[in-house]
């Protein structure tokens, strides 16, 4: 597939068009970043300026080409004057998946547009960009966007607990997903042409579930799922919360050095790439790490030692090597993915090299970098995402405490080997494994 250029990108259906935003589009933005619903729902900075509104559509044609985020003017037929906005993260390329978002103006909400703007993505990502996956992510104080997001065919997967600032307090977010082979068998079936089926009470906004703000909704839906609610197909979701307390997280100019007598968790060296090379070669670590190069090579392994040194200075990711205290050999390796610390969450992800594995080498890292997360960075929320077919990445989660939230369907892998990821947490007010 052949990425367009931003200016080329236009999609309609005779209802409404999207198209790239213009510098003359920046005074309607910034008017509609200040609603207060928009403000609230799509997490907007305050006092959202017209000269921000500019940069980022200055901004927006680098976005799409660097970075796959495709953020689109939504107008109306017959105007050329915005009357919303609609955007696609692709949050990785391998595999191609992406988060939807959208936000109305106010006095265009309740017609729908929304619906046919998503639905016009939702068929160009798959039948055009060729994406596996396409997710939404909702406040789920947000029913209007839920009941939307299910009216077009995503399916509720996981819900995620204190995940987003909502006011003063915190709230949990619910995630929906629609994957390529869904959408195929619903057009091999007549499904129609991905308009919301029933009729829906008003327009609401959602944020897409990988961290930037921007708004979202979703496409068709079998009749049943109109019918059944949040709690019949997420019944997590009977407990929900928005009453979460808030955080300010405080994050250190560099990582601490981590230890526990047994392991010490420190930056990585040169010396440790014939062991990186070794345990990033290995048959485990090639499967649940799909990112990892094959061949993994000396020259691999020195690049990461060079980008890993400076992740936590350029994106507050920190990358620890997982050494024994006495000889200082690498066991394996653990990251705290804290470029979310704006909303107060985290990733914590790890592997052990197979020299050291069965030893509870994983559980006594994650345990150190939660402790830290949560009682020093004073984060609300650490998480670990786990391939559902591997029983000790999932058995570490589960023995920490974390609570198992729901799925992220078919988000990662390698090519013939595509799995689900279970989602854990672990929040501040969770008991503790320390």
Same mark, same amino acid.
């Given at each position: 597939?052949?990425?367009?250029?931003?200016?080329?990108?236009?999609?309609?259906?005779?209802?409404?068009?999207?198209?790239?935003?213009?510098?003359?589009?920046?005074?309607?933005?910034?008017?509609?970043?200040?609603?207060?619903?928009?403000?609230?729902?799509?997490?907007?900075?305050?006092?959202?300026?017209?000269?921000?509104?500019?940069?980022?559509?200055?901004?927006?044609?680098?976005?799409?080409?660097?970075?796959?985020?495709?953020?689109?003017?939504?107008?109306?037929?017959?105007?050329?004057?915005?009357?919303?906005?609609?955007?696609?993260?692709?949050?990785?390329?391998?595999?191609?998946?992406?988060?939807?978002?959208?936000?109305?103006?106010?006095?265009?909400?309740?017609?729908?547009?929304?619906?046919?703007?998503?639905?016009?993505?939702?068929?160009?990502?798959?039948?055009?960009?060729?994406?596996?996956?396409?997710?939404?992510?909702?406040?789920?104080? /947000? &029913?209007?966007?839920?009941?939307?997001?299910?009216? =077009?065919?995503?399916?509720? %997967? @996981? !819900? *995620?607990? +204190?995940?987003?600032?909502?006011?003063?307090?915190?709230?949990?977010?619910?995630?929906y997903s629609l994957l390529d082979e869904e959408w195929q068998a619903r057009q091999a079936a007549g499904g129609g042409?991905?308009?919301?089926?029933?009729?829906?009470?008003?327009?609401?906004?959602?944020?897409? /579930? &990988?961290?930037?703000?921007?708004?979202?909704?979703? =496409?068709?839906?079998?009749? %049943? @799922? !109109? *019918?059944? +609610?949040?709690?019949?197909?997420?019944?997590?979701?009977?407990?929900?919360?928005?009453?979460?307390?808030?955080?300010?997280?405080?994050?250190?100019?560099?990582?601490?050095?981590?230890?526990?007598?047994?392991?010490?968790?420190?930056?990585?060296?040169?010396?440790?790439?014939?062991?990186?090379?070794?345990?990033?070669?290995?048959?485990?670590?090639?499967?649940?790490?799909?990112?990892?190069?094959?061949?993994?090579?000396?020259?691999?392994?020195?690049?990461?030692?060079?980008?890993?040194?400076?992740?936590?200075?350029?994106?507050?990711?920190?990358?620890?090597?997982?050494?024994?205290?006495?000889?200082?050999?690498?066991?394996?390796?653990?990251?705290?993915?804290?470029?979310?610390?704006?909303?107060?969450?985290?990733?914590?992800?790890?592997?052990?090299?197979?020299?050291?594995?069965?030893?509870?080498?994983?559980?006594?890292?994650?345990?150190?970098?939660?402790?830290?997360?949560?009682?020093?960075?004073?984060?609300?929320?650490?998480?670990?995402?786990?391939?559902?077919?591997?029983?000790?990445?999932?058995?570490?989660?589960?023995?920490?405490?974390?609570?198992?939230?729901?799925?992220?369907?078919?988000?990662?892998?390698?090519?013939?080997?595509?799995?689900?990821?279970?989602?854990?947490?672990?929040?501040?007010?969770?008991?503790?494994?320390?």
């Amino acid at each position: 597939m052949t990425q367009p250029a931003y200016a080329d990108v236009r999609l309609g259906d005779g209802r409404v068009t999207l198209r790239p935003w213009r510098a003359d589009d920046a005074p309607l933005m910034a008017a509609a970043c200040a609603d207060p619903e928009i403000a609230l729902f799509c997490m907007m900075p305050a006092g959202y300026t017209v000269e921000l509104a500019r940069e980022f559509i200055a901004d927006a044609p680098r976005a799409w080409a660097q970075d796959g985020w495709l953020h689109l003017a939504l107008t109306a037929a017959g105007s050329e004057q915005p009357a919303g906005a609609v955007g696609a993260l692709m949050a990785q390329r391998r595999p191609a998946t992406a988060d939807l978002g959208y936000w109305i103006m106010p006095d265009h909400r309740g017609r729908g547009l929304a619906g046919a703007g998503v639905a016009l993505v939702t068929r160009w990502a798959f039948e055009t960009l060729d994406l596996r996956r396409l997710a939404i992510g909702t406040m789920v104080a /947000n &029913e209007p966007s839920r009941r939307l997001a299910r009216s =077009l065919g995503y399916r509720p %997967e @996981a !819900l *995620l607990r +204190s995940f987003r600032p909502y006011g003063e307090q915190r709230t949990d977010c619910v995630v929906y997903s629609l994957l390529d082979e869904e959408w195929q068998a619903r057009q091999a079936a007549g499904g129609g042409d991905g308009q919301p089926q029933g009729r829906l009470a008003g327009e609401a906004l959602a944020t897409p /579930n &990988e961290a930037l703000p921007v708004p979202g909704e979703a =496409l068709a839906a079998p009749a %049943e @799922a !109109l *019918l059944a +609610s949040d709690e019949e197909l997420l019944p997590a979701f009977a407990a929900a919360r928005t009453d979460y307390p808030a955080v300010r997280p405080s994050l250190p100019p560099a990582p601490p050095l981590l230890g526990d007598g047994a392991i010490v968790l420190r930056p990585y060296s040169d010396a440790d790439v014939p062991d990186m090379v070794r345990a990033c070669s290995d048959p485990e670590a090639q499967r649940w790490l799909f990112m990892l190069p094959t061949p993994y090579t000396d020259s691999d392994g020195r690049e990461f030692v060079a980008l890993a040194a400076t992740a936590w200075e350029q994106r507050h990711v920190a990358e620890y090597c997982i050494a024994d205290a006495a000889s200082g050999r690498l066991l394996g390796g653990i990251t705290l993915r804290a470029d979310e610390a704006w909303a107060g969450v985290a990733e914590i992800g790890y592997h052990v090299a197979p020299w050291a594995r069965r030893r509870g080498i994983a559980t006594a890292a994650a345990r150190l970098v939660a402790h830290w997360a949560l009682e020093v960075l004073d984060l609300a929320r650490v998480q670990i995402l786990a391939d559902t077919r591997n029983a000790g990445s999932c058995a570490v989660a589960t023995g920490l405490g974390f609570t198992r939230e729901g799925l992220r369907r078919r988000d990662h892998g390698r090519e013939g080997d595509m799995g689900d990821h279970a989602v854990f947490s672990l929040l501040a007010g969770d008991p503790h494994p320390w």
